[in-house]
């Protein structure tokens, strides 16, 4: 039996998105992969039937839907595109330092507008050991002066808001690592190197760097010493988004290897009916469902 636990509310947004990307999306995959360019217009297709509000309470702008929601969305779109895809769940990445530890007034400031963020934690020489990042957020009055550059961050150039891990005590390891809320406009922010990648070509991943740039001390995410915290809580809340994309990718595949069996004919009947090909697709379709059961769970 399918894993169903979505209301029917629930199902008619999922038959939305469902419907966007087999008949917007699906046509645009291809050639945003061969193209290597980020697809606005895609972007904009998800801010016009309000695709991005599913993220975001409705005090904030947004439709108010559950993380659930994220997730098929997620699924739905990367099946046809991993680069539209990954929009969503990058976006829904970039977001989740200002929802799970922003004040009210910096949620009201941000989120209403957010249509594409991301999140700025890997340097060149510290990746999964953030203790050793080297980019530096100093005090000075009501600003702090941030130094330092991020490296293979995706939606670099695009996104018009970034969540940055920089240390405000340098000699303190983890405990001295601060979140802040940089816009892509603020002098002294600057975009670098484009990654030249072997799939998922229209989301870009690149280099950012930070020349005194100056930012208000009011962009601080929570206190002082809390990036790490804030950092991996995103982490643990966005990991289910990566997996959706995943699901996705896997789902598309199998439906688009049974069409194919369905048409293509060997020995006078379409390969779908002989035992071995039905079998391996059988299983690829258990797998998938299973898959779903677990991220839905």
């Not at 193209?35 to 509000?53: A, I």
């Not at 046809?80 to 922003?102: D, F, H, Y």
């Not at 002294?188 to 280099?207: A, D, H, L, Q, Y």
Request: aromatic residues 6%; hydrophobic residues 40%; contains cysteine.
């Amino acid at each position: 039996m399918s894993h169903e636990p979505l209301s029917e509310e629930q199902r008619e947004i999922r038959d939305l998105i469902r419907a966007l990307a087999r008949e917007r999306i699906a046509p645009r995959a291809a050639e945003i992969d061969k193209s290597s360019e980020f697809p606005w217009d895609v972007v904009e297709l998800f801010r016009e039937h309000e695709v991005f509000g599913i993220m975001f309470d409705e005090e904030y702008g947004g439709a108010g839907a559950s993380a659930l929601m994220t997730l098929v969305a997620i699924e739905e779109v990367s099946k046809v595109c991993a680069t539209s895809g990954l929009i969503l769940a990058v976006q829904e990445l970039g977001s989740l330092g200002i929802k799970l530890a922003g004040t009210e007034e910096q949620k009201r400031r941000f989120l209403p507008k957010l249509a594409s963020g991301a999140y700025a934690l890997t340097e060149p020489g510290s990746g999964s050991d953030s203790a050793a990042m080297r980019s530096e957020a100093r005090r000075e009055g009501d600003e702090y002066v941030l130094n330092g550059s991020k490296r293979f961050i995706t939606n670099a150039g695009v996104a018009g808001l970034y969540v940055v891990f920089a240390k405000t005590d340098p000699e303190a390891g983890h405990p001295g690592i601060s979140a802040f809320v940089v816009e892509a406009d603020t002098p002294g922010f600057e975009v670098g190197r484009i990654e030249p990648k072997m799939g998922i070509k229209g989301s870009t991943t690149g280099e950012l760097f930070f020349n005194d740039m100056h930012i208000p001390a009011d962009n601080l995410l929570g206190e002082e010493g809390a990036g790490f915290r804030i950092a991996m809580r995103i982490l643990d809340r966005s990991r289910p988004g990566i997996g959706a994309q995943g699901l996705g990718l896997a789902q598309g595949a199998t439906d688009y290897a049974l069409e194919y069996a369905k048409n293509r004919e060997t020995m006078g009947k379409p390969i779908a009916e002989h035992q071995l090909i039905a079998a391996t697709l059988a299983d690829m379709e258990t797998k998938c469902e299973a898959a779903r059961g677990l991220l839905y769970k």
